[in-house]
């Protein structure tokens, strides 16, 4: 493996890190959980994801890693659109749902929730934290994953959330998810 920095380049040991170990490493990593909602009518799905973060705030942008075999990737590239529903702890049930729990899957994910649809037609969930409408804007493609560029149209806070409430950790949803269900899901 090369390794390219400022112009110097240093070549590195291939290193083999197990997978499961990098798993566990990585849910060390406590935040925001976030359901992405992707897709139109019979047509949508979506995905859990803790994998979003803010890139830039002009023109206000962030970004989401999404696995390139979900059901959400193409779904995501046919429609250009997706939304960011940063979950609040009351709100787990649907981060299990998007994560494909007990086999749901597309608009089944969507049920025992209230939602209501953006400007750009994706579909935003009640009482979320706060609501990013984004259009896509890149999609970067590296090893199992893209990384999506989502340009942000539309922002809706939530108001009356209050502090208490935020974030829905992998530590809390975790438990609660079998070890069948945990082997589907990525990364
Ligand atoms: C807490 C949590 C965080 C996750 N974060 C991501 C993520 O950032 N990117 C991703 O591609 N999948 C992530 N996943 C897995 C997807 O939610 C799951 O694989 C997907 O919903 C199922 O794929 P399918 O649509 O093909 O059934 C996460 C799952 C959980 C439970």
Not at 29 to 58: K, M, Y
Not at 82 to 104: I, K, P, W, Y
Not at 122 to 133: F, I, K, R, S
Request: charged share 20%.
């Amino acid at each position: 493996m090369a390794v390219f920095y400022n112009g110097a380049r240093a070549v590195c040991h291939e290193l083999t890190v197990d997978a499961d170990l990098f798993k566990d490493s990585m849910r060390h990593l406590a935040g925001a959980v976030s359901v992405i909602t992707v897709g139109r009518g019979n047509d949508r799905t979506g995905f859990t994801a803790t994998s979003v973060s803010s890139l830039a705030i002009d023109p206000p942008s962030v970004i989401v890693s999404l696995n390139r075999d979900s059901s959400s990737w193409p779904v995501l590239q046919r429609h250009g659109t997706f939304c960011v529903n940063v979950l609040a702890h009351d709100q787990r049930h649907v981060a299990e749902s998007f994560a494909g729990r007990g086999g749901r899957r597309g608009v089944e994910r969507y049920q025992d929730a209230h939602w209501r649809e953006l400007a750009t037609g994706t579909l935003a969930l009640g009482n979320a934290l706060t609501v990013l409408d984004c259009e896509l804007d890149d999609a970067i493609e590296r090893h199992s994953h893209g990384i999506v560029i989502g340009r942000v149209r539309v922002i809706s806070p939530h108001q009356q959330k209050n502090e208490a409430s935020r974030q829905v950790t992998i530590a809390v949803i975790e438990p609660a998810i079998s070890a069948t269900d945990r082997k589907r899901m990525r990364p």
